[in-house]
């Protein structure tokens, strides 16, 4: 406050304050004041990068316009406010998302026109911001969208990686990690250098009284490194709340340490100790469902969620409120485990620094957070070594041995002589080293924990999580089923498809309230209406099939099936499964009659997508699917009836181009492992099928839009353990189908056979853990009442169409809204003009 100008003086400044362009020739003006002044370039000296920053400086000035003025909004209303905490926001660009939500894309498209540069080629200057791997961050990036259109005070807290997840490329059919540095030219952040918070590593603990007799705890000694806030504008469709998305980026801290070694003229170490602050937020981890258990990452754990809960206790001190009020002004939610440690470090805030007692402490913790399991796959549930916490967090470990003690104490009372149970629910696991289970920690400090589709938030209450059930009641436990922005996702990824339902419809409207999407089934049987929506799947396929043109050099006929699995590369997702069916396919083709082929429906099959750096076995699919579409691409025997494409650094750019011209998709993982999935929900929303699994939320698709609209095959979630138990006690067949695949490929069909023995080792002789060869049967099978469903142009048209007016329920406007009213309690901050 102290800070602000004197209310006398006042009117100087709003004779001046910043205004929004409103029309074209206020954007062109605003364009070229910035290409000329901001980036210092002419208009002898103005290509698409230029034009690209221009643009994009004029939206976000717009944007900031905004921003300030709902942070003012939030502040003066003071109401309760939502803080979503993760490690990953795949936010992908921002300039296109900016011109559609604030409504200005046609002034932008023409004003770019006026000075010859088209808005496609403009937009597509952009570099994604990628600070995510995969599912997990990009439901954060939807969140955002969602809370802001829907006006909820809510800020996003991560890191502001220098390097996102990896650029992907392929050489000789391997995968190679390239670094991607994407903050040049990156105009959506502002470096808020005054907004800077110490954090504190290592050290000691000392025990002292105060002059009261009260025992206390000091951290002290160790390192400090400090944080640096980012702000990153996330502008909401058709509103005016903007709100934020603060990004803290590590820093050595400016305080004593370096001046000393400056001082005595160790400048060398003093860089040294400034390089190494800044390796905290120099990497996002590539890992998507895989927890590997380094330091830095635990570093970068506890640096974010210091910084965050600084930030918010701030907040909420300068409003003079009692502690006891802190759960009715913040929600905190913890995207998966990985924000866990803010529930200690709240702990340690209110019972050391702030001098609360331990059970009204931990009683406004409790009420504050909510946590979201993502996954079931043992190999994701983080653990940290206990000497490893013990070194970095002396304190921290503490507190967590303490938050243990008293929870155990509990169940003891409640489970008396239950052994078994108190080391089953013990949030330390007494292995060597012993480990801090993160997940129990976030169930016992949270009020609420939520799984992301049904079966998977059943499987955590029967299984994982079955314990915690028992002791805390079914009540704490919920679901909230995923879902996706359909601004991104229908109306900037398929422009056409968003303005023919426009048309139908009579407005936008249904972009905010997605459930209108169900007036479409009275369309279905409007020939004309087919027609167009046919047409605009086609152009899709078009513009799909340039880019492969254009990155893989394969051309690829639009009127193909065209058949995608894009997603993490990954064992349980059964990448290796669809590979196996294309060589099943082509092996049939190859052995078919001319007659036969002319029988066949053309199909491409498309993969994309990034394998962690260190999983070998991820990488071996990758490499086999590469080695097949070189067979098979260029077998002129085959010709157009079978192509295989991997389109390399699968992003969310891409995913925009690709969404739009699938005509089937697959969501094939094993039942019982894939939590939600969400591309499953973009697919359909424009108008694809699905091949799939009961798994995730292909379930509830299939309940939304009816079981004759997709194509579901394989073991249920419910056999899959038997079927586990079964093989691992020597009950396996392979797949006779299966076995002459495997034969091909041992007859070097696709290069050395050597190179994909393990992979086939991991289902002939390791068990099959994720039975590939029990689903393969009924997977090809499905395969071909797909070929037989296209064949009836007129059938497939109506699938579609009635699916997309059914998905109504899977916007993330309608997830935000169940977490508001079920785990944080918050109202939507009304927007008056
Ligand atoms: C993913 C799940 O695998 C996916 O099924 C789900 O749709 C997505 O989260 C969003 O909820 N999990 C991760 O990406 C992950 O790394 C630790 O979980």
């Not at 002419?42 to 230029?50: G, K, P, Q, T």
């Not at 029967?462 to 805390?472: A, M, N, P, R, W």
């Not at 099943?584 to 962690?612: C, T």
């Not at 992979?759 to 071909?784: C, K, P, Q, R």
Request: net charge negative; proline share 3%; charged share 25%.
């Amino acid at each position: 406050v102290e800070a602000s100008i004197p209310e006398p003086l006042r009117e100087a400044w709003r004779k001046h304050s910043a205004k929004e362009f409103t029309n074209k020739e206020e954007f062109e003006k605003e364009l070229v004041r910035h290409i000329e002044t901001t980036l210092a370039r002419s208009l002898y000296n103005c290509d698409e990068l230029a034009a690209y920053s221009g643009t994009a400086l004029a939206f976000r000035d717009r944007l900031i316009i905004e921003w300030n003025k709902t942070q003012q909004r939030q502040t003066f209303t003071d109401q309760k406010r939502v803080y979503y905490l993760s490690l990953e926001f795949l936010m992908g660009r921002a300039l296109d998302n900016a011109m559609l939500n604030v409504g200005m894309k046609d002034a932008a498209r023409e004003g770019l026109r006026d000075l010859g540069f088209r808005i496609e080629d403009v937009i597509s200057q952009e570099h994604d911001a990628a600070l995510g791997n995969g599912g997990l961050g990009r439901l954060a990036a939807c969140f955002l969208d969602s809370l802001a259109t829907l006006n909820y005070p809510a800020w996003g807290y991560g890191l502001r990686y220098r390097y996102g997840i990896f650029k992907q490329e392929i050489v000789n059919g391997y995968q190679m990690e390239i670094p991607d540095y994407w903050l040049d030219n990156n105009p959506w952040e502002f470096p808020r250098h005054e907004i800077t918070v110490d954090i504190q590593f290592y050290g000691s603990v000392k025990k002292y009284q105060d002059e009261n007799g009260k025992i206390g705890h000091s951290w002290e000694d160790g390192e400090i490194v400090q944080a640096v806030a980012y702000d990153v504008p996330i502008p909401g469709y058709g509103t005016k709340t903007t709100n934020n998305l603060r990004l803290w980026s590590s820093k050595a801290s400016s305080g004593e340490f370096d001046f000393q070694k400056f001082n005595a003229g160790d400048y060398e170490s003093a860089v040294a100790d400034q390089q190494n602050a800044e390796t905290i937020s120099a990497v996002l981890y590539p890992n998507d469902n895989l927890e590997r258990g380094k330091e830095l990452r635990l570093k970068q754990q506890y640096f974010w969620c210091a910084a965050s809960l600084y930030d918010i206790v701030r907040r909420f001190k300068k409003t003079k409120r009692a502690w006891s009020e802190f759960p009715d002004q913040v929600a905190i939610q913890l995207n998966d485990t990985h924000p866990t440690l803010a529930i200690v470090e709240m702990q340690r805030i209110l019972i050391d620094i702030e001098g609360l007692e331990w059970d009204e402490a931990w009683g406004i913790v409790t009420k504050t957070f909510g946590y979201t399991n993502h996954t079931v796959l043992p190999e994701a549930l983080e653990k940290w070594s206990v000497p490893l916490m013990q070194n970095l967090l002396p304190r921290h470990l503490q507190i967590i041995y303490d938050i243990n003690l008293f929870f155990l104490q509990s169940v003891e009372k409640r489970f008396p002589n239950d052994r078994d149970m108190l080391a089953r629910v013990s949030i330390i696991e007494e292995s060597h080293p012993k480990m801090v289970r993160m997940a129990y920690l976030a169930i016992i400090g949270s009020h609420k924990v939520n799984g992301v589709a049904e079966l998977h938030s059943d499987l955590l209450k029967t299984t994982l999580f079955k314990d915690f059930v028992e002791i805390y009641g079914p009540d704490r436990f919920t679901n909230v089923t995923n879902g996706v922005t359909p601004r991104r996702w229908l109306h900037q990824a398929n422009p056409a498809l968003s303005s023919l339902i426009a048309q139908k419809l009579g407005g936008h409207e249904f972009l905010t309230d997605l459930t209108l999407l169900d007036k479409l089934e009275a369309f279905v049987d409007d020939k004309e209406f087919r027609r167009e929506w046919a047409e605009i799947k086609t152009k899709n396929k078009l513009r799909l099939a340039k880019l492969i043109k254009d990155t893989t050099g394969y051309s690829v006929n639009p009127e193909s099936l065209f058949d995608v699995q894009v997603k993490r590369i990954h064992e349980y997702k059964r990448q290796q499964l669809n590979i196996f069916g294309v060589i099943h396919r082509y092996l049939k083709i190859k052995g078919m009659s001319n007659e036969e082929r002319k029988k066949v429906i053309p199909r491409v099959s498309i993969f994309g997508g990034k394998a962690a750096p260190g999983y070998w076995m991820a990488k071996s699919i990758i490499h086999l699917i590469n080695k097949v579409a070189a067979v098979v691409n260029n077998d002129t025997d085959v010709g157009d009836l079978l192509k295989v494409i991997f389109i390399e650094d699968y992003n969310v750019s891409k995913a925009e181009i690709i969404c739009p011209a699938s005509d089937i998709s697959e969501h094939i993982s094993t039942a019982g492992t894939e939590g939600s999935g969400t591309s499953n929900m973009k697919f359909v929303m424009n108008g694809g099928l699905i091949i799939g699994t009961c798994d995730g939320a292909n379930i509830e698709i299939t309940r939304e839009i009816g079981d004759q609209n997709i194509f579901l095959f394989g073991n249920l979630a419910e056999d899959v353990e038997d079927l586990r138990h079964r093989h691992f006690y020597g009950d396996f067949q392979l797949d006779p189908a299966l076995a002459k695949v495997f034969k091909a490929i041992k007859d070097n069909m696709f290069g050395d056979a050597g190179d994909f023995a393990a992979l086939m080792a991991s289902i002939e002789e390791h068990g099959d853990y994720y039975l590939v060869s029990d689903d393969f049967h009924s997977y090809v099978t499905t395969h071909e009442m797909v070929d037989e469903a296209f064949l009836n142009k007129e059938e497939w048209l109506a699938k579609s169409i009635t699916s997309v007016a059914r998905m109504g329920f899977f916007s993330t406007d309608r997830v935000i809204n169940e977490y508001a009213d079920s785990i944080w309690n918050v109202e939507p901050l009304a927007v008056k003009d």
